[in-house]
């Protein structure tokens, strides 16, 4: 079993930035898909971003293309998000997300929470006007 820890997350005004992480343990890392999802109150859980097993291919929401990005270092077991030009509707808690089994998988696979059985506990960001 693989344990998630995020950090990272705060309070900004719109336009900046932040540096979300989530540190992996428990269980190899090497192989597996990530992907960070978010939930805002009173909204559904949604897709940000994600990494295929070595990094080599990226996903993201339509709502965060050209100013989110995610990578992922594999030596230490730790993916990031770097969250840039935010904006309010960025608010919400973010989740790191590990899928339920190593391998390459279509882009379809990465926008669904279905897919990924460990997830961390959340770190809230919070992006004021």
């Known amino acids: 079993q693989v344990r998630l820890v995020e950090s990272g997350g705060g309070s900004v005004q719109a336009g900046g930035s932040l540096r979300l992480s989530c540190a992996a343990s428990?269980?190899?890392?090497?192989?597996?898909?990530m992907a960070w999802f978010r939930q805002a109150p009173g909204k559904e859980r949604e897709f940000v971003a994600a990494?295929?097993?070595?990094?080599?291919?990226?996903y993201y929401a339509d709502s965060v293309k050209g100013r989110f990005t995610t990578s992922r270092d594999n030596a230490k077991n730790t993916v990031y998000l770097q969250m840039n030009s935010l904006k309010p509707e960025d608010t919400a808690l973010y989740y790191c997300a590990q899928g339920r089994a190593p391998g390459y998988y279509s882009s379809s696979y990465y926008y669904s929470a279905t897919n990924f059985g460990s997830w961390g506990q959340g770190t809230q960001v919070t992006v004021s006007s």
């Open positions: 428990g269980r190899t890392f090497v192989g597996y898909p």
């Open positions: 990494s295929s097993r070595g990094g080599g291919s990226t």
